[in-house]
């Protein structure tokens, strides 16, 4: 891992991972709603290590706040 980008999306999606296992009732809906979450880190890591770092920020945010969403609701 060579970026901050790189650090915060890794670990955010990690995160994802083990509050899918330990707050969800592990349902196929809940698990491809997460997947969104998931892919938005992706893109976040790969515009932060474009130089755009706003943008990047907002994304991971977005992301955050989705999968938090996702997960309080079920």
């Not at 790969?46 to 989705?66: D, E, H, K």
């Amino acid at each position: 891992m060579a970026t901050v980008f790189d650090v915060v999306t890794v670990t955010c999606f990690v995160a994802l991972v083990m509050a899918y296992f330990l707050f969800t009732s592990r349902e196929p809906k809940t698990l491809l709603h997460l997947i969104v979450s998931g892919a938005v880190f992706a893109i976040a890591n790969q515009v932060g290590n474009a130089g755009w770092a706003l943008l990047a920020v907002v994304l991971i945010a977005a992301g955050a706040a989705y999968a938090t969403l996702v997960v309080m609701a079920k």
